[in-house]
């Protein structure tokens, strides 16, 4: 099993550590519901050092993501940042990523930690015209601090003025003494906050300091769980569950980073999709009557006949009942629309809802 | 975690105690611990008899579900009715108002095969 530069400090702290993605994770520390919350309210850390960073550097970086990825990154202007997805070739995803242009020549892709290799393998696969590509990911640590009160505790720590940082938008600056540091104003929350970027060597003294100047906001460390629960309220996918190689980013909801005003991956098989049309759709629902949805039940219509298949599902803590996202045929995917999702024999009452469950 | 020494366990981490020809039934701090913030309890088989090792009802937390087994055969006499409203009982006091169902212990014989605080301490390695 893998480690990140802080699992002793972790595991010092009290967390529950759980295997994830081949790394020695914290899942939880003051319990999923206090952890939720104190992201929800005021500020909380996670430490998601797990995941891949790539950089690529060359004056065909540029072409070699618009080829392998679906967004169009020619979009992007220095210090931005897109949510795009790599297309398998075979009409599915190969993983879910941020691109971040840090100049004209060097790009930043950021994926998750289960498919690191996977990710490197089908890139440099693409890599006809002599991109340099580095894989810095066991080298980078990466903290995100999220929450509404995130900015104030962050703010204390860098002269670069965090307020003028779009969603979605970074800088490269000194932060608790250190240079480089990528501040971006990312996150997986719907919370709002920062994601930080630096080399492992950094971790520790960057850590105590984002706790030290969250101190008054009540800062708190966060596990997975708590990660999972934030990002399932706003009805952002997780790849393996939500997405994988199987399912289409159309399917999945993910047009609106499927431009076809260039060329890439699956362009063709996709454009054809979106115009055909396809057979099932990823959609929100919640629970009617008791049950919590899981990844793998079955979603079936009144009389019992087989319509779909829950892809995550959880307690929501922010809204007190239970939500889920599951692929559904795509005729019964209308927002209201009455299903039963089929827990231990049991045909649960539940209902289409629009995603994001957590309104502004 | 506490474990009191007055109760029975099983390797599912559930306790038993023995009240006359009754037995209460929960979940062990270890278990909760294990489960996190818990959701619901779904005891599916009230006024049922059902057999040692057989599932009663699942426990719902928010990350996870698990079922419940019997320690014992009984009939399912109770279900803690607290616990329905406050769920977060079984995390707060599992061996008190977190207690989940009360039956009846059919055969008393089993109840010597349950373990103790000392082999259930011992294998959940604490």
Redo the contacts between chains.
């Keep these: 099993m893998k480690t990140i530069a802080l699992s002793d400090k972790h595991i010092a702290l009290g967390a ?1 550590m759980i295997e994830f993605a081949g790394y020695n994770m914290p899942v ?1 520390y003051s ?3 206090d952890e939720h919350a104190t992201v929800r309210n005021a500020v909380g850390v996670f430490d998601v050092s797990h995941m891949g960073e790539f950089i690529l550097k060359g004056e065909n970086a540029l072409d070699l993501i618009q080829r392998v990825t679906s967004n169009d990154a020619a979009v992007l202007t220095d210090g931005k940042a897109q949510y795009s997805c790599l297309p398998n070739g075979k009409g599915g995803i190969v993983d879910d990523l941020l691109v971040y242009r840090i100049d004209e020549k060097t790009y930043m892709l950021v994926v998750n930690a289960s498919n690191i290799d996977k990710d490197w393998n089908w890139i440099s696969s693409h890599n006809t015209k002599g991109v340099d590509m580095k894989n810095i990911s066991d080298k980078t640590s990466l903290l995100a601090v999220q929450g509404p009160k995130a900015i104030d505790a962050l703010q204390k720590l860098t002269s670069v003025k965090l307020a003028d940082i779009p969603y979605y938008s970074f800088a490269k600056g000194n932060f608790a003494g250190f240079d480089n540091v990528v501040i971006s104003n990312t996150g997986y929350t719907g919370a709002g906050g920062f994601e930080l970027y630096f080399e492992n060597e950094h971790a520790n003294k960057i850590w105590d300091a984002v706790f030290e100047a969250g101190k008054e906001f009540g800062i708190k460390p966060i596990g997975l ?1 708590a990660r ?2 934030l990002r399932l309220e706003m009805g952002f996918c997780l790849y393996g569950n939500d997405i994988d190689d199987t399912t289409s980013p159309l399917e999945a909801g993910l047009g609106w980073i499927t431009k076809f005003t260039k060329d890439f991956t699956d362009k063709n098989f996709l454009l054809a999709q979106k115009e055909k049309g396809f057979a099932r759709k990823l959609v929100g629902f919640e629970m009617i009557d ?3 949805p ?1 990844h793998g039940y079955p979603i079936v219509d009144a009389a019992g006949n087989n319509i779909g298949v829950v892809t995550s599902g ?2 929501s ?1 922010t809204l007190s009942k ?1 939500i889920g996202m599951g692929y559904i045929k795509t005729e019964l995917t209308k927002a209201d629309t009455e299903i039963y999702i089929q827990i ?1 024999d049991k045909n649960i009452k539940a209902v289409v809802t629009k995603i994001p469950f957590l309104k502004k | 975690m506490i474990f009191p020494e007055n109760l029975k366990y099983t390797k599912d981490h559930e306790w038993v105690r023995v009240e006359g020809n009754q037995a209460y039934i929960g979940i062990t701090d270890f278990a909760q ?1 294990e489960l ?2 818990i ?2 309890i ?1 005891v599916t088989t009230l006024n049922e008899t059902v057999g040692k090792e057989v599932v009663f009802g ?1 426990v ?1 937390a ?2 996870t ?1 698990s079922d419940l087994f019997m320690p014992i055969s009984g009939k399912v006499l109770e279900v803690n009715s607290k616990i329905d409203a406050k769920p977060e009982l079984v ?1 707060s006091d599992p061996y008190g108002d977190g207690w989940m169902i009360k039956c009846s212990i059919d055969k008393t014989d089993e109840l010597t095969g349950l373990l103790s605080v000392t082999d259930y301490k011992k294998l959940i390695g604490v």
């Design positions: 529950k939880s319990g999923l519901n769980g999972d629960t008791r049950g919590i899981r959880t307690q803590p239970a231990r | 611990k996190g913030d959701v619901y779904d699942t719902e928010v990350k579900v995390n």
